[in-house]
Nanobody, 120 residues
Framework: QVQLVESGGGLVQAGGSLRLSCGASGRIFSSYNMGWFRQAPGKEREFVAAISWSGGSTYYTDSVKGRFTISRGNAKNMVYLQMNSLKPEDTAVYYC?????????????WGQGTQVTVSS
């Protein structure tokens, strides 16, 4: 089992920045590939970004490339999502997720989510 807790969400104006954090506990965090997803009201949950267990590989959905950066600190059991140049369409509940597989973008473990609201 891996327990995940997100933090760092909030209200920000368009063009602003937020840094989301996800703390992990349980099994060996450094073995897990991590991802960030988001779900806007009335929409399906969508993939945002992923980082491999070593941090050596990252992947982003096209809509956030160049604006969002995923990173991790294995010593602190943390994964981060730095979000810059935020747009109103980035408004959603953001979830972090963990899985031993890489490249499937399917995850076994999920956090409870943190709300991000971008005002225009």
């Amino acid at each position: 089992q891996v327990q995940l807790v997100e933090s760092g969400g909030g209200l920000v104006q368009a063009g602003g920045s937020l840094r989301l954090s996800c703390g992990a506990s349980g099994r060996i965090f450094s073995s897990y590939n991590m991802g960030w997803f988001r779900q806007a009201p009335g929409k399906e949950r969508e993939f945002v970004a992923a980082i491999s267990w070593s941090g050596g590989s990252t992947y982003y959905t096209d809509s956030v490339k160049g604006r969002f950066t995923i990173s991790r600190g294995n010593a602190k059991n943390m994964v981060y999502l730095q979000m810059n140049s935020l747009k109103p369409e980035d408004t959603a509940v953001y979830y972090c997720a963990a899985d031993l597989r890489w490249g499937t973008w399917t995850y076994d473990y999920w956090g409870q989510g943190t709300q991000v609201t971008v005002s225009s």
